[in-house]
């Protein structure tokens, strides 16, 4: 392995992972083409509504390649990514509502005939945040809310906080496999229980909502609005991938592609496997909130059931039908199947009439998903990104002396012997 | 009458009346007097309506009293006349007359109106009834009547209760008659002494109608005095700014004796303020300068000095005037014996309120517990033995749950379906359980986080075809008559039979499981298997076929608790997912591999949840949310579980 | 918006103000966007608003349509999943062009729908009881304020049944949090202490009881009257009912009025051991009109002898056929004209009398109290007279200076006191 890997090292990292290359142009062509055919600025072939759903997909992919990198490669099965991505919203989220709410009272408040005093103006605020909640008060965790940069240092450190304690937690009592998936789906339904609680101060099961309108661009529209979204999560794409593609191309990635194979013989080498283990972790949690920042204000309303254990597995899934082991494979994943969802579950689909009964894809859609996850378990690990060996005609990856990059896939070594 | 007669003639077309109605039947005509109140039924109103009936002294008057509480009084839209009649189908009355209790006629119901009285109405008549049925010769009377007692006492009952004790014939009517006897010498006896004797009588009883009878004695109204005065009827002294006074309540207090001068809210300052601008002023500050609350007390301090505003307590002064004065609790309920003794006796019931209360929580603590370790136990086979994570499991649960609610629509016997749905869920699930070992799990056991997947995959799609089969409604599973109600202890410790039920059936299932595991070849070969599968097999033993065995039990079990679960909850094509999380959870607190563990972990995590809920029983959603926060870190500690397995047995 | 659309403007950039509401007059057939789950959660509830409407509709195109032309239903699944609320919304107004749409149960998934109904000027008809502390310009709520529902069942309570203290019960999302706030406000108004209120608040799909129903027994040890009142919602009920049953509890002893619960809920319990709890709803399916007989025929005929009606569908009822009036009214489906003749809009309701449309936005409705019985209907014992719709509630402070009138004074939130309109889009 080793001089494979020195004489590959001479390389620039573009020229040794083409993928990335690839990846990147076709995310900039796509780009560039959706912004020509949009309404905002371009000819009006896509609508808006299609210009956000776009944008959201490029967040969940986004959350995706986070997901592969902590599964695919670390093998830590986490069923809580979803939770940190709804963090991530919920922490933009708060400055959203707080600076669209603080105009609005500062207005109303202007006409007033004396000068609002602080207190009213907070009042004011947090009975129109709170008031649908039944409450007219501030809760402390609403405390930085005011500020744009102090909400978006939440959204990476209230993730990776959060990441950080539960994973040195667990880590560190050797919780791994099923039970650490176990432990991470407990720690998502925790948290979503704790969220539906009014009491919790980030409004009950409503949430945070109308966060489309950014604060002071009122007269800005959507049209325009959404592609701004759409081109920071692009970018945010683009970034996080290379950022994936660096960790998992260098030594850091080859310890952790170990940890996953056979843990034990990597802490006996002498590796600081929980170290390397909470690193993954706590990172992928943070690029998950970003994606989650960027995902609601497209999305306009978050609330506690986005971050329930479902989406977590869901996520999963995603990375499983991409094929995961590779970082385009979760990109692929997660665009197919939520594209694919949207449009069954949006009723474009043709009914099928089988002359006593008709197959009505609203139905039946979810029925299919969770078949064809059975059968991309069974029959097909390496997912849609298998296909793409097959049009390269490349070989599964030959364990002994490869280099073990994002471009080579990297499956348990029993997977791909079969 | 004759007129009536015709009109009856006219629009009836059914029947012809057999006797015409005694318009002027003096019962008749005091309920015409009265018509106005009884029609229009409202619980307000109708005092009068009653009374008079009540006091009339006529017989007739328990007849009508009686038909209207139970909605059999009609009242014929035409001629306003009171009938009483009984349906004798969808459209058609036979109506009686009240003077003599004839059949008047059998009518449409078109022309008449049936009276309505709402429960209140009808408890108000039930007590006024009381006066006639508490010597009724019909026990079921005689015991309405005092149920009517019991929801609506009014002190002429007393006199009327004591007259009836001695020719009641019947020991548990008179037992309660006595019972009653005594609640209500509490309440309205003649003398303190009376009073004081009856309240000594019911030492340490748990009844809720005991506490509901003290209670009321201990009400206090809360005064403010310079000094405490010597009365005997003073309560508890309180102290401004505690719990049980706040500081805002104490200064009102005074406010509104007169001892104090008045606050003001921010909002009141606010609009005085605005009152008094002049030219951008305010009492010669600026208004713009307003933008905060010192800026505005001192503009309003200006203005009071002025004289155009009354001046108003600053936080100093209400704490002197809050000082200086002394707040208490006054008894108003019952004079002070009456209190005291009241206090006494209230005091010795509380402790053994808390100590049954306790002992409730412990039972539904328990319920709980044995509804998770049902729910769990199938999970304990399939995933504590074999290592296979099923997140399926909750499908299998609805499948059970949904065979019973099938069986119930071809077999209406609620005690045959459900027997008939127990075998019947178990088959079922034991084919589910089989068909998706044979072609999903025996493909993965070495990849056990695919099968998380693809049994996630097998549970969605199974929700889903049970939303397209059975719809999203949720479905009635109903339990036998024998199981309804609850076995009652006194009035605070008391359990449904259905908890019982389940109870038992969580013991059978744990007998049942110890007995396949370790009586039978079945769980010789299960454990062999489980411990190394190769030298299982040398041995002769199947293990594809033992596999495949055991995961089927496991979902059978799986089935049987779904029928349990839907005839305690409900049935819904979610039902599983509630139940999921709990269950994996409840069986890794408790150790995987181990049966003990299992139980354990449900009764631990059943406890817990109730003990939470103990301590904030206004939001049963935080107790869930700090039982996973709980188990979550047990788990960190102890993360094999309370019950680890040692040696060879935890490396399988 | 088409291509086709944005090039008719472009060359008629002068008249952009006239055409284009124009342009949309004429187009056949009219399109009736309807944005109900019919997936996930809420598909128990909503699927039943998505045939009421497909079957409103074709009365309707029976009847000859409207304005010449005939109307077409536009059904679209949200899936109970909130923003795609939003996202549906959007694609019914921009990609369907729908001109208008009856649609969301839940507040939240109303609430997520909302900005983008004001953002687009869409027009949409919401027909479920809720919260109140809203009125949208762009939305019709022709369901039940908390003063057409709430308010007179606890004035039943009070006063009828002589109710002294209450379990405020309900399951913990914004509906039964609001309703409850403004009831303990109003509660406290007339006279009950602090402590004679209890507020319990489960989790969605809650079923475990016991505990709950025994601390409610136990509120009765003080001597005082205790009665219920229930905002659980959905399958919850299921199993509080049962556990009810199971404690004996009688109506008479412990009276539970809810304000969710439905035919439609019932019909997935035996009420043998309820009969005599009440409901408060503006609709029930026994009340006996022949326009409510006529109603549940054809909707038995249409979907199947063991369905039931219920409060929603007949909001619907109500909405899509003064949608109707106002539409032949104005000449036209424009949104802005539909509205302005939405106003003052009657229509018979289904339990006899007027429903109107009142400039905040909400009905004018009569209040009936049904009790349960045997066979899972209800039995009306009391029906008040047509009760206007209150957008925000006199109940709590903030709320009590607020009005909402969208004819004479253009505003959903303004603000009485200082006679200043707070804001014209929603809080969301």
Redesign the interface.
Known sequence: MSDVAIGQRRQPFALRFPSVMIFLAILALFTVGVTILSEGFGIGVISTSFIKTLGKTLCLCLVALAMDLVWGYCGILSLGHMAFFGLGGYAIGMWLMYARTEIIVLESLAAAELPPTPEEVSNGIATQIFGVVGSSEFPPIWAFAHSLPLQFAAVVIVPGLLALVFGWLAFRSRVTGVYLSILTQAMTLALSLHLFQNDSGLRGNNGLSGLQNLPGLDDVPQATVSLWFFWASALALGLGYVLCAWIVSGKFGSVIRAIRDDEARVRFLGYPVEAFKLVIFTLTAVIAGIAGALYYPQAGIINPAEIAPIASIYLAVWVAIGGRGRLYGAVIGAAFVSLVSTWFTGGQAPDINLGFYTISWVDWWTVLLGLSFVCVTLYAPKGIGGLIDLITDRKSPNRHGASLGPDQGSLREQEAEK | MLRFVATFLACLTLALPISAQQADAPIQQLLQSQSDLIIES???TIGPAIDALANSGMPEAQVVLDKWQTREMWVNKETGLFVYAEEVDRDTLRIFDFADGSEIAEVPDDGFDQL?P??????LIGTALVQFQLSDPNPDTRQRAL?AIE?GAEESHLAALRASLPKEPDALILARKQRLERLLTIAYGATDAERIEAIQSFGGDLG?DV???L??LLAVRVEAAEALPADADIGRVLEPGSAALSRDDAYALLVAANLAKPRIS?EEQ?NA??AN?ADGQVAGIQ???????EA?DMAYAALAEQGTVTAVATEAEVDQRLSNHVFFERYVGAPPEVVFAAQAALNAIENKVAINQMF??SL?AL??AS?YFLAAIGLAITFGVMGV?N?AHGEFIMMGAYTGYVVQLFIPDYTLSILVAIPLAFAVTFGAGVAMERL?IR??Y?R???T???T??????????A??IFG?????L?APGWL???LVIN??V??????IAIFVLALLFLALFLFVMNRTRLGLEVRAVTQNPRMAASMGINPDKIKMLTFGFGSGIAGIAGVAIGL?????S?MG??YI?QS??TV?VGGVGNIWGTLLGATMVGFLQ?GI?WFN??????A??YM??F???F???R?KGIIALKGRAAEA | MSMKFLSTTAAAALLVSTLPAFAQDVSCPIKVGVLHSLSGTMAISETTLKDTMEMLVDIQNEKGGLLGCQLEAVVVDPASDWPLFAEKARELLTVQNVDVIFGSWTSVSRKSALPVLEELNGLMFYPVQYEGEESSKNVFYTGAAPNQQAIPATDYFLEELGVEKFALLGTDYVYPRTTNNILEAYLKDKGIAEEDIFVNYTPFGHSDWSKIVADVVALGADGKKVGVISTINGDANIGFYKELAAAGISADDIPVVAFSVGEEELSGLDTTNLVGHLAAWNYFQSADTPANEEWVAAWKARMGDDRVTNDPMEAHYIGFNMWVNAATAAGTTDVDAVRNAMYGQEFPNLTGGTAVMLPNHHLTKPVLIGEIQADGQFDIISQTDPVPGDAWTDFLPESAVLKSDWKDLGCGMYNTATSTCVQIKSNY
Request: zero cysteines; hydrophobic letters at 45%; proline letters at 5%.
């Open positions: 409202s619980r307000r309505k709402n429960s209140g109405i009808r408890g149920d929801r809720v506490r509901a009878a209670n009321p921010v606010r303020l605005i601008i208004v713009a300068t307003l933008n905060s609350q505005r409730d929580l539904d319920s709980l509804i994570i997140m999903v493909w993965l070495h056990p986080l695919e998380l997947l693809a996630f995959g097998i549970s969605i799609a199974l929700q889903q075809i939303k397209n999203t409604q949720a479905r009635p109903t309804d109600g609850s009035d605070i008391s359990i449904s039979y259905i908890r305690y909850a409900k049935v819904t979610e997912s509630d999380v994996f959870m890794v109730k809920e029983p206004s939001n049963t959603l935080a869930q949310t996973i926060l188990i979550i870190l788990i960190q500690f993360p």
